[in-house]
């Protein structure tokens, strides 16, 4: 068993920057590729970037290549989502998810979830 927690989700001006932490529990986290889903009002919840177990491959969505960053830290059980030039278009709750296989872009790859952060971009 594997929990997420989420942090660091917020209100932010189009433009800025934010940067999503997720803590798993247990000591079995560097066996699992993470992920960042968001999911907006209406719509389906949509991949956004994952990283492999020791963090040496990852993979973006189109639509957040070149402004968001994905990365892990094994040691502190922990995932990031460094974000940067945000958009209205953001706008989501963002969710981290766990997998045994790594660099899933669909939640049924993902076995374990977070309880999600909001993220509200304003324009």
């Known amino acids: 068993q594997v929990q997420l927690v989420e942090s660091g989700g917020g209100l932010v001006q189009a433009g800025g920057s934010l940067r999503l932490s997720c803590a798993a529990s247990g000591r079995t986290f560097s066996r699992y590729g993470m992920g960042w889903f968001r999911q907006a009002p209406g719509k389906e919840r949509e991949f956004v970037a994952a990283i492999s177990r020791r963090g040496e491959g990852t993979s973006y969505a189109n639509s957040v290549k070149g402004r968001f960053t994905i990365s892990r830290d094994n040691a502190k059980n922990t995932v990031y989502l460094q974000m940067n030039s945000l958009k209205p278009d953001d706008t989501a709750v963002y969710y981290c998810?766990?997998?045994?296989?790594?660099?899933?872009?669909?939640?049924?790859?993902?076995?374990?979830w977070g309880q999600g952060t909001q993220v509200t971009v304003s324009s």
């Open positions: 998810a766990a997998a045994g296989s790594p660099l899933g872009r669909v939640p049924s790859s993902y076995d374990y």
